[in-house]
C-alpha cells in the first residue's frame, strides 16, 4: 500500500523485484557445490506405490482441504481492496493496513499450533478447527450484517489467527500415511502439499472474480464460508 502510494502500480513490483534478487546473495554466498543435507542414498520407490497412498481417503482429504484453503484465500485477496473501496472510501494505503492484520496473528499462532501437532498427533483435528475459524471470519461479511470497519478489523485478525491451524498440520498429518520415512517419499508428499497450494492459488482468483462479479463481494464469501465449514466436516469424519 505504501509503495504504490509513492509512485503508483509500478513500485511494488519494482521494489520487491530488487529485494527477491537481492535475497540470492546470501543463497549464493553459502552454497557449497555438491553438498546434501542426507549424504546417505535413498531407494527411489516405484510410482504405483505412491499414487496409492494419494488415494487413501484421509489423505487425500488433507490433499483437498489445502486446495481449498487457497481457493478461499485466492478469491477473498482478488476483491478485498476493491471491497474496501467500494464500501468505506478506503485508498489503496488502508487496505495494505487491513492486510497486515492477518499476518499479525498468524505470527501469534503459528508456533502453538506445531506445539500442539507435536504433543496430539490430531493434525486433521487442528484443520478442522482452523476451517471452522475461517468460515466465521468469512462468514461475518454476510451481506445483511453490514460489518463495519472495526468488524473487518477483527474479521481480519481472526482470519490471521485461524490460518496456522489451516496450514501446519497439513504435511505432518501427510507423511503419517507414508509406508517409510525414506527421503524419496517425503519429498513426493511435500511436493503434493505444494501442488494442492498451487491447484488452489490458480482456480481461487478465477473463480473469485466470476463469483464476485455475478452475486457481489459479501455472497461470495458466505459461499465460502459454508464451504469451509464443509470441509472442516469432512475433516473430522476422516478424524475419526
Same mark, same amino acid.
Given at each position: 500500500?505504501c ?17 527477491l534478487?537481492?535475497?540470492?546473495l546470501?543463497l549464493?554466498?553459502?552454497w ?9 542414498k ?42 474496501l473501496?467500494?464500501t ?40 478442522a478447527? /482452523?476451517?471452522?475459524?475461517? &468460515?466465521? $471470519?468469512? +462468514? @461475518?461479511?454476510?451481506? %445483511? #450484517? ?44 511435500? /511436493?503434493?502439499?505444494?501442488? &494442492?497450494q $498451487?491447484? +488452489? @492459488?490458480?482456480?481461487? %482468483? #478465477? ?34
Open positions: 500500500g509503495l504504490y502510494a509513492m509512485g503508483g502500480v509500478a513500485e511494488p513490483f519494482t521494489v520487491m523485484s530488487a529485494l534478487l537481492l535475497s540470492l546470501p549464493l554466498l553459502f557449497q557445490p555438491g553438498s546434501s543435507s542426507s549424504p546417505e535413498t531407494e527411489v520407490r516405484a510410482g504405483p506405490s505412491k499414487w496409492a497412498i494419494l488415494m487413501k481417503p484421509g489423505f487425500l482429504t488433507v490433499f483437498l482441504s489445502q486446495v481449498m484453503l487457497m481457493v478461499t484465500w485466492g478469491a477473498f485477496d482478488l476483491n478485498f481492496t476493491t471491497w473501496h467500494e468505506f472510501g478506503f485508498t489503496t494505503l488502508v487496505a495494505g493496513l487491513y492486510f497486515a492484520i492477518g499476518p499479525a496473528g498468524y505470527m501469534a499462532t503459528a508456533m502453538p499450533c506445531g506445539w500442539l501437532i507435536d504433543r496430539t498427533g490430531r493434525g486433521k483435528l487442528l484443520l478447527v /482452523g476451517f471452522f475459524g475461517q &468460515a466465521m $471470519a468469512f +462468514g @461475518a461479511f454476510f451481506p %445483511p #450484517l453490514a460489518i463495519g470497519p472495526l468488524g473487518v478489523a477483527a474479521m481480519m485478525a481472526l482470519n490471521g489467527l485461524m490460518a496456522p491451524p489451516c496450514i501446519v498440520p497439513a504435511l505432518p498429518d501427510m507423511l503419517g500415511y507414508l509406508e517409510d520415512e525414506s527421503e524419496d517419499l517425503i519429498n513426493w508428499a511435500s /511436493g503434493l502439499l505444494v501442488t &494442492a $498451487a491447484l +488452489g @492459488a490458480t482456480l481461487g %482468483p #478465477l473463480l473469485g472474480a466470476a463469483a464476485a462479479d455475478r452475486v457481489g463481494f459479501g455472497w461470495m464469501l458466505t459461499g465460502v464460508a459454508l464451504l469451509d465449514t464443509a470441509v472442516a466436516v469432512l475433516l473430522l469424519l476422516a478424524d475419526g
